[in-house]
């Protein structure tokens, strides 16, 4: 099987999780990791097993080698890593959010087609296979019509948690509350016909937590709800008119058993996808089966709804009147 050579933006935590991932795929070549803080790339090629280690993300993305770049910086430095790599001609997977609002999202997507090259969220939840069947079981009417969504993402946060840090774009809605957003509007549609939403703003200027409501035309509707908490708070739970699904025993964006059951208690359906590493492989292999196949965007994690979501967040901190003072 052809691999694939992997360049790694940012030796963070995510990009560690990340890499955890493709030691267990034998056509992903852990190829070079860039790091400003040459120290700390050397330190990750060393324990995730990479062969090369750049000091600047400039020459990372210039080394013909690689066949795709993983962004894993902050989410205030995703649209200037997003241009640089894709300006290099390198196919990209880009955390989310992907940028810091629609708008610099669009111009990085219209650069990617631009330059015919690769461009994924990495939205790793839509690549998984027990979110992928309770998707499956939904579009195929087991639950009936959509009456109504809860999803909610709330994490441990105390002091000095990165989320409380404006600098970097911190608060819940991009980091957090991105995952909830995107399984509704999964669900139930990327385009709903009204949107209202309260946020409690803190002293750091980033928002501790937020409400969302979502109405639709057929007048279903969704709750998304995410915050900076003091424990864990992350369930997602659809009614339907034939049946209901909840995951709330392990985190509905990395589940890896769902269950449908019908108002009498009887089980509609039942599916286990456990994960060969810890779940970000399965965005590595979806990235890698397009690349082999020549393809410049995912069907699974479209640009289009990426794109809507984005827009969506832009609604909501514009009713939040919230904007960050280094966005465009």
Known sequence: MEQIKWGLMGAGRMSGWFAEALSILPDANRYAIGSRDYEKGEQFAKTYGFQKVYASYEDLVNDPEIDIIYIGTPIRYHYDSLMLAINAGKNVLCEKALTLNAAQAKTAYALAQEKHVFFMEAMWMKCQPAYRKMIEWIRGGLLGDILSVEARFHTKSRKGHRLFHYETAGGALLDLGIYPLTA?????????????????????????????????????????????????????????????????????????????????????????????KNGYEFEAMEVMDCLRNHKVQSDLVTPEDSLAVMELLDTLRTQWGMKFDFED
């Open 184 to 276: 509704v509007c999964d669900i139930l549609g990327y385009h709903p016909c009204e949107v209202v939403s309260r946020a409690a703003i803190g002293k750091e200027k980033v928002d501790y937590m937020n409400s969302t409501l979502l109405s639709y035309e057929n007048g279903s509707f969704a709750s998304v709800n995410s915050g900076l908490a003091l424990s864990k708070m992350i369930s997602l739970f659809i009614v339907g008119t034939k049946g209901r699904i909840a995951i709330d025993e392990e985190f509905f964006f990395q589940a890896q058993h769902v269950e449908a059951y019908g108002y009498d208690d009887t089980l509609l359906g039942s599916f286990d996808g456990p994960f060969l």
